[in-house]
Every structure is written in C-alpha cells, then in structure tokens.
C-alpha cells in the first residue's frame, strides 16, 4: 500500500518554528536594550548579552525539535549582525577616534554578506561549510564551536565592557583600555582575555571577506569562459 504523502507545511508554521520565535524573543531584547542603553547600562548590558545567548539556544532547538530553515538561519545572521553594528555605532559616539568601531562595522557585515553570498554561489547549505579552505584558522574557527564561540563572546564582551566604562562621549579609547588593563581587577582580567579572542574574530572576518570574494571573482571567470 502506497505511503500517503506528507501534508505540505504551510509558511505560518515556519514562521512559528521555536528556533525562529526564539529570534523573534532576540530582536525584541535587542529593542529594548538600545531604547535604554543610555539610562540603564546594566539593564542595557543584561538584555543585549541574553539575547546574545539565545543565539546558541536558538540553534540548539533547530536541530532538537528538527526544524532547521532558511529563513531560520537568515533571521539568525540579520539579528546578530544588525545588534553588534547598532552598538558599535554607540561605541562610535562615546568614544574617540569613533572610525574605529565604525570600519569594525563595516568590516563584520561586508565579510558576512560575502560570505552568504559565496556559499548561494558554491550551492553549500551553510556558511559555516568551509572544509574545502585552505587556511587553517579558517577551518579552525567554523570547524570547532568551542573556539567559535570563544572569539565571538569575547568581542561582545570587549564591547560591552567598553561601553560600560564610558563616563562621557569625549573617553579617547586607547585611554580606557591602557588605564584598565593596568589595574588589577576582574574587568581588567576580562578585557584582556577579550582581546585575545577579538583580534582573532577580526582576522577570521578579513580571511572570510578575502576568501568569500574570490569565489565571487572565480564564479565570473568561469560564467566568461562558458561563453
């Protein structure tokens, strides 16, 4: 006896997946954050950071309750990356020179828009599929969650201390950080140990946007040479 075909899902019921309403928790977290980000440092520091976490719960669920999507995993990148820009632009406006957190900026999102884009190219599932890179830090960091996870906490982390630290919008920003790393404390501890994690997060995203944009230019050589 045939087999009944399955009913065809239909689009409310993906938007209703857990993982996505868990998304849908994050963007508001995010809202309210940055509404009070200036009246409330700690509440602001607390909502931004827990929605941060959901990014991890939110993938969790995917797999758990089987219910991985496309438009799961583009919320899931739209979110993280519009909340680390909108407070990198708040960094940009406490602290001197503001350039700084503004090319961090606009390096985190033109490396991950290239890095979606490569992989429609290449026909991947994931972004995170890069066993075939060369390079060992690359296939490092999206090989291994532990250290993932590792560089991408501590940049929030850095940030969020730094926007912690800000008593005024003149603070110059070698300045801070010189002033707190010499003190022995548990934030001086924790910008240190960011640190580490940031600069390697900010190499991976320049490998990421060099290596996503030759696929681009090697995708045009090839559509040439078949014509």
């Not at 065809?8 to 996505?20: A, E, F, T």
């Not at 700084?100 to 985190?108: G, I, N, Q, T, Y």
């Not at 501590?154 to 010499?182: G, H, P, W």
């Amino acid at each position: 006896m045939a087999k009944k075909p399955r009913p065809r899902l239909s689009k409310l019921s993906v938007y209703l997946y857990i993982p996505n309403i868990i998304g849908y928790i994050r963007v508001l977290l995010n809202c309210i954050a940055f509404y009070i980000c200036f009246t409330n440092k700690i509440l602001f520091s607390i909502l931004y950071f827990f929605s941060f976490v959901c990014d991890a719960v939110d993938g969790w669920a995917a797999r758990k309750f089987n219910q991985v999507s496309t438009f799961g995993a583009v919320l899931d990148m739209v979110t993280d990356r519009i909340s680390t820009a909108c407070l990198l632009v708040v960094l940009s406006q406490v602290y001197r020179p503001g350039m700084v957190f503004l090319s961090l900026m606009a390096l985190d999102i033109a490396s991950h828009w290239l890095q979606m884009y490569s992989t429609f190219l290449l026909g991947k599932a994931s972004h995170k599929d890069v066993k075939d890179s060369t390079n060992w830090l690359f296939k490092a960091y999206y090989g291994n969650r532990m250290f993932m996870a590792y560089c991408c906490v501590s940049c929030e982390v850095l940030y969020l201390i730094l926007f912690y630290l800000a008593e005024n919008q003149t603070e110059k920003l070698m300045d801070v950080l010189a002033t707190n790393l010499r003190k022995a404390s548990i934030l001086s501890f924790l910008i240190a140990a960011s640190l580490f994690g940031w600069v390697i997060k900010q190499v991976i995203n320049v490998i990421q946007m060099k290596t996503a944009a030759d696929v681009c230019v090697l995708n045009d050589i090839d559509k040439k040479q078949k014509h």
